[in-house]
């Protein structure tokens, strides 16, 4: 027997994988948790229907969110994840020797758990010394917090369930609040194929907020459409401006080169944040 | 009735696109040819059961192949395209003035006319003055050629069926010898994330044909992970080198920033360079 599991990205469209194993599921508090084993993508994290991470790509992601902005900032100590029970962010900021602390605030505790027993891969960095993870609501966490962040990133599921609050005008406006003077805030925002409506809203809302704010992009094969979006925040520092790279890292997408080209867009791209 | 249309990607991963109409099959001397209407991406054509070009991403691939190596040449005169039957290719030669001559060997007539039928958006080139459409085989055509092209063209299917003789050392010399002085090859040359022997294999191919070689990459949604490379194989002049594009086209991908971020290559796909 073949077993095929299917994602519907959009009403009309779909990524089918084959099937070794379904691993486990559950239903937790907030949301249906799957984990399945693919021939082609290894073990991934399934919520509410949607693949979160797979072993074979989820470096593209979790390097692409963590390391343009902690090579932005000049020297990044405090760094908040939002989201990311996985535990793949946390694991490339820990690649940052003078991040003396990062925070995890995880609605889910669930994910962490299923996570840390089939994906000790990605959230091996979960136990060290420097981290503290924290089962709570991402939003509240913000609202109570001032100047006590360098580098906030919002690694949420998609703008439906519990990641609603989180691609809203005010919760930017918390994070800005929460960022120390230099910080910079980094949030997944979608493909630019198929979620353009979103790009440019949130682009608004940030570029509202923040006086820098700039997308940047990264191949994904098993997110919608393969090519991701991410919006960048910064209350000083800019990117491109970044120069070289302070540190090596152990890296398998993110390079010099990619720090850079990573935020030159194509045309398409480039007008969602033109138009009106 | 929901219709769907599923293409194995590879043998484990696929993608499955809902079906407004089913509008032409064929069985034609070299494949199957289909047809299809979808909800999410409009007509696509799909030769021996796999995606060639829809409506609404053909653009990527079509301004990719053309105008990173047309913006290289100083002065393309003469263009040649190997494969490319549904004109796209073509369409976007056109775009440049100095171009005299732009010639398409297809093997399969059905494929061209299909596709004037069915897609003239992407086909509408093929009447102009500028253009030669031969049927026959390009491995002979480019065979029986010497110093006859500004630039070459491969815009093959898979290394399968009809197609696999245009991933050949000998092709690549045969190619290099009906290149003018200064000239410049394309081949397109699938997924880096799921293709990376073929693309290695290549790499080499055209590296010890030609003096300069690079590799440089697209995000097309319909193709198999998203992300798509083409191989350059150039006589004399460098695509990082042609500083400011010269024309300014009508394009909605390729612009003077992707013309050299294109370039700029991940870690995993610069390593399937530099491995043995």
């Known amino acids: ?25 559950r239903k937790t508090p907030y949301q249906e948790l799957a984990i399945i084993d693919t021939f082609q993508f290894g073990k991934m994290l399934v ?18 969110i963590t390391h343009v ?18 535990g793949g962010t946390i694991r490339e900021i820990l690649k940052h020797r003078e991040v003396s602390r990062a925070v995890l605030v995880e609605i889910d505790k669930e994910v ?9 891969h990605l959230s091996r960095g979960l136990e060290e010394e420097r981290v503290e993870v924290l089962f709570e609501d991402g939003l509240k966490h913000i609202k ?23 691609f809203t005008r005010e919760f930017y406006q918390d994070i ?14 979608e493909s630019p194929f198929f979620n353009g409506d979103l790009i440019r809203s949130v682009y608004k809302r940030i570029s509202s907020t923040f006086p820098l704010t700039r997308l940047y992009l990264g191949s994904i094969p098993t997110y919608p459409s393969g090519l991701w979006s991410f919006t960048l925040g910064s209350k000083e520092h800019d990117p491109l401006k970044a120069g070289k790279i302070k540190k090596t890292l152990d890296t398998r997408y993110y390079n ?9 867009l194509p045309g398409f791209v480039r007008d969602l944040m033109e138009e009106d």
Chains 1, 2 share one sequence.
Request: aromatic share 8%.
């Open 69 to 86: 902005p902690l090579n932005t900032h000049p020297h990044p100590q405090d760094v908040l994840v939002i989201g990311g029970g996985d």
């Open 144 to 166: 109570s917090r001032e100047n006590a962040y360098d580098v906030i990133l919002v690694d949420s599921t998609e703008p439906v369930g519990p990641a609603v609050g989180l």
């Open 176 to 189: 800005y609040q929460a960022l120390k003077p230099q910080g910079i805030l980094v949030a997944q925002t």
């Open 112 to 120: 962490v758990e299923a996570c840390k027993e089939y994906f000790p």
């Open 1 to 25: 027997m073949e077993l095929w599991y299917t994602e519907r990205q959009t009403p009309h469209v779909g990524i089918t994988c084959q099937v070794k194993e379904t691993i486990c599921t």
């Open 47 to 64: 919520l509410d229907g949607m693949v979160q991470a797979t072993e074979v790509d989820e470096f593209v992601y979790h390097e692409m």
């Open 256 to 264: 010099q080169e990619i720090h850079h080209s990573a935020f030159m």
